[in-house]
Each structure stands twice: as structure tokens, then as C-alpha cells.
């Protein structure tokens, strides 16, 4: 019996019967209590809440240098994070994955933005229905919060109306199949909506520059910060997803009791 243990909720704790996982596909797993829950129930912590701050590269800092961390049982001090005064909370939704017989579940951090705001422009949400990637009580394609993800997935249409901002405009490269602009771009402001309060990417973050970023030896072109889902091999839908670009702009706190996220914004030097 293999045991399968993380930072996500109920439905990604789990237990598979036998030893090999390569027989698992197909399989319904054993759902099992998340440890922090299980910690919190035996008082080892004092509230079952973690967050997360990615970090951020400063302006000054030398490429690839970051600092982040992890706090268990609580958020960090604010004044210890360059935290600007605006937060957002937003309840965590229940989903439906059906490629893995998942139904009406708290697996992923799941949320739903209110919108993006493109160079002072709000447009809303238009994440499209999907059959068998949606939230728990519709059909509508769920967004999903995944610091291992290194950019924003989002709606083709969301991703053409950022790339336009750009100027000159980014462009799709069928090489890379990623969205790519001049380094030397004008880059626009973009923030993300959630429950009413925008959350803003820092500039490093729309266009990626230094080694995360650009992808040319004459390094003239860099990677935009946002594409769209791809398709999966099984087919169907993968979930949007709120990658490391949005984390290293935010303070995350994930309140599993309460089944909220709270996101604190954040404007590094």
C-alpha cells in the first residue's frame, strides 16, 4: 500500500492499494485526512494554516538570487514581508477532475478571480465551461493555485489581450510554444481581480527576464508570463492555474479549517 502525503486537501492525501504505482491509473484512491489537519487535531500546531511566499528577485539582486518561505500554523509577521495594505480573501471551491474520478471534492487550492485588469482596464472572468474539469457546483473550467507551475494559465483570448498590451506586441512562437516579446518591450500593467481587490504582477513577472526568462543567446527576446492550458494527453481540459509568477507577488495563506485563501500583495524593491 503506497501512501501519497502533501500541502494539498483531503482528495490529494491519499492511499492506493498495492505497491506498484504504475497499476494505479484507473484507480479510486483511499482519501485520507491532510497532515496539518492531523497535526492540528493532536495540538502539535495551533491553527491549521500555512503560507507561502515565494520570494522575489530584487532589482539589485543578482539573477537567479530569491528568498521564500513556509510558515506552518500561522502567517508571518507583516512587518517582516514589503506588504502594500491590499488583501484578498476568497473561499477554496470544490471541483470535479473526472480523468481522476474525482467528483465534488476539496482537492486543489481552487479559486475563482473576479477578473484581470490590463493597463488599467478591468475584464472580467470568462473561463468557458468544460465537461469534465469544473467546479463542484457548475460547469465552469476551475483556476487552480500551483507554485510549482511556472507561469499563469489562462483563457486564449485573456492571453491574446495581455500580449497585445505589450509594445511592440508579444507574439506566439511556434518553436518555444510559449508567448514571447522583445526584452526591451513596453511592458503593461496587469493585475489580477479577486473578490473584489487587485493584485498586481510586478513588471519581472509579466514580461521574465534573466535566466528564467530569456530565451535567445542575443537575449533579445523574453517569455510573457502568461499562456493558455495545454491539452492533456488524455484529452479534455486541464484547469487554469495561478503559477509562481503570481505567488512571487503575493503573501498566501491558506486557512484549510476554514476552507479560505487570503492573499496579502506584495511590491518588492
Known sequence: ????????????????????????????????????????????VEKPIFSVVLGKRGKDDAD???????????????????LTGAYATTPILKETFDHYQLENEYVH??????????????????????????????????????????YTMIPKALVSTIAAAFDPPASFSQDDGLWVASCNAK????????????????????????????IDEQKQTCIVGFMEPSTPPWGGDLPYILGANFHRNVLAVHDIGNKVMTFGALEWN
Open 64 to 82: 537567479l538570487s530569491a528568498t521564500g518561505f513556509l510558515t506552518i500554523g500561522g502567517a508571518p509577521s507583516s512587518s517582516s514581508l514589503p
Open 187 to 214: 511592458i503593461p500593467s496587469v493585475a489580477i481581480r479577486v473578490n473584489g481587490t487587485d493584485l498586481p504582477y510586478a513588471s519581472s513577472d509579466i514580461l521574465v527576464d534573466g535566466t528564467l526568462g530569456v
Open 109 to 150: 487550492y481552487v479559486i475563482r478571480p473576479d477578473g484581470f485588469v490590463v493597463n488599467g482596464k478591468f475584464i472580467a472572468w470568462a473561463p468557458g465551461t468544460s465537461a469534465g474539469t469544473h467546479y463542484g457546483d457548475s460547469q465552469e473550467r476551475f483556476t487552480i493555485l500551483d507554485t510549482g507551475t511556472a
Open 1 to 44: 500500500m503506497l501512501t501519497r502525503v502533501g500541502w494539498g486537501l483531503g482528495a490529494t492525501t491519499a492511499i492506493f492499494e498495492g505497491a506498484d504505482p504504475s497499476q494505479d491509473g484507473g484507480k479510486k484512491p483511499i482519501f485520507v485526512k491532510p497532515w496539518l489537519e492531523t497535526a492540528y487535531d493532536q495540538g502539535l
